[in-house]
């Protein structure tokens, strides 16, 4: 058993007890900004992570909204700057290449008075990494096996063999979460796809494509298709495209399909991550102390456009809650206030992201026809900075 348990007298200013122990399933976003909230506010933290390390790909985002804001105010966002890309411009392109409109990026940038950052998902990751207090225990390759609440402390069986008495359990692992198989049931009840997408991210090493792009991004817009690709660092670039009714084993050739720009897109690929594009609707997110956040329990998808904000906002929501937990009422009882609040926040956001689904992959052409009409008419003086004001970002998928 663990030395970390239940129950402590608080700490000088009244925050929790230095002895509250929280242990976090998963090291994603929501995960370690909430790991490293509790550690300043006093708790003993551990992350455990079924992955042996971070993940090298993933998507290219725009960080904004209140994400944005919590970061701030958890003193994370110069960490995030230092790792955000910078470009001149969005281009919309077609199948063979010829550029049809253009966003400069410094609209968008007005447009939302420069609260914002485009950046890789796993470096964000990074940046919560390295932002961790020493309180926060990292154990990688270790996912949760069993768990047993008995109403004070939730046990929890590690794969290490370790068991873990703590006043908490954060299942922030995914949206095929293994805490919330093991607590609310099969993921069939709860993991709901969006209009058969896929999603597919990737980073390759092309000099060639990356000078090309002269710093810029391309998108590409196809019926039931959409493209994005833009360059990194000094050779390499990063793509990302939203498939519709295409399966993961299929989707490098429904890229290169797309044309020009697909083809070399895919060149040079290493490391890509497919998912299928599904929210997770799950009621209630709080059984006793343990409490779902994240995808595991309030995915909106990419088409939502603001996953990681959200991912950081909710986690701070989260621990403004516990933030003054001295006794296992207080914890059950800062759960209860969280999921009410947070909550009408994450429908709100999946119903948009419902409603997105053809601004990303048009199924059809009348669909393709009205977003592109949306990009020509970027071109039109003064119309450019409404579109970058519905962008809400630079790389958002529209």
């Known amino acids: 058993m663990s030395a970390a348990g239940a ?50 790909s993933g998507y290219l985002v725009d960080f904004f909204g209140p994400g944005f804001d919590a970061a701030e105010r958890m003193g994370l966002l110069p960490g995030l700057r230092a790792r955000a890309e910078s470009f001149e411009e969005l281009r919309s392109v077609d199948a063979v290449g010829r550029v049809r409109a253009r966003l400069p990026i410094s609209l968008v940038e007005r447009a939302v008075q420069g609260r914002s950052l485009t950046i890789l998902r796993p470096q964000i990751v990074a940046a919560l990494s390295e932002a961790l207090p020493g309180a926060v225990r990292m154990r990688w390759g270790t996912q949760v096996e069993a768990v047993h609440d008995d109403g004070t402390a939730a046990h929890v069986l590690l794969s290490d063999g370790e068991r873990v008495a703590a006043d908490l359990l954060v299942g922030e692992d995914g949206v095929g979460s293994r805490v919330r198989q093991l607590v609310w049931g099969p993921a069939r009840g709860f993991v709901r796809p969006l209009g058969e997408l896929t999603a597919v991210a990737w980073i390759g090493d092309d000099g060639r494509l990356h000078d090309d792009l002269g710093g810029k991004v391309a998108m590409q817009l196809e019926q039931d298709r959409q ?57 209630p ?24 904000s959200l991912a950081i906002a909710g986690a701070e929501r989260l621990a403004e809650e516990l933030a003054f937990a ?18 009408p926040v994450i429908e709100r956001e999946q119903a948009r992201g419902r409603r997105a689904q053809a601004t990303f992959a048009p199924h059809t052409r009348l669909e393709v026809e009205a977003q592109r009409a949306v990009w020509r008419a970027a071109a039109l003086p003064g119309v450019a900075h409404l579109v970058a004001r519905a962008a809400g970002g630079i790389t958002k998928p529209r």
């Open 227 to 283: 493209l994005v690709v833009a360059p990194l660092g000094e050779t390499e670039v990063t793509g990302f495209a939203v498939l519709r009714g295409v399966g993961a084993a299929d989707a490098r050739g429904a890229i290169r399909g797309m044309g020009a720009l697909g083809r070399r897109a895919v060149q040079g690929v290493r490391d890509p991550y497919v998912d299928a594009v599904a929210q997770t609707v799950v009621e």
């Open 326 to 343: 001295r006794h296992p009422s207080d914890v059950t009882a800062g759960l209860a206030a969280f999921e009410r609040d947070w909550r």
């Open 7 to 56: 129950g402590a007298g608080p700490v000088d200013g009244g925050r929790a007890s230095p002895r509250m122990h929280a242990v976090v399933s998963g090291a994603g976003v929501a995960g370690l900004a909430l790991a490293g909230r509790l550690a300043l506010d006093g708790w003993s933290v551990e992350v455990v992570e079924r992955a042996a390390a971070p993940r090298a």
């Open 285 to 308: 997110w709080v059984r006793g102390r343990v409490v779902l956040l994240g995808d595991a329990c309030a995915a909106v998808s990419l088409l939502a456009g603001q996953g990681a």
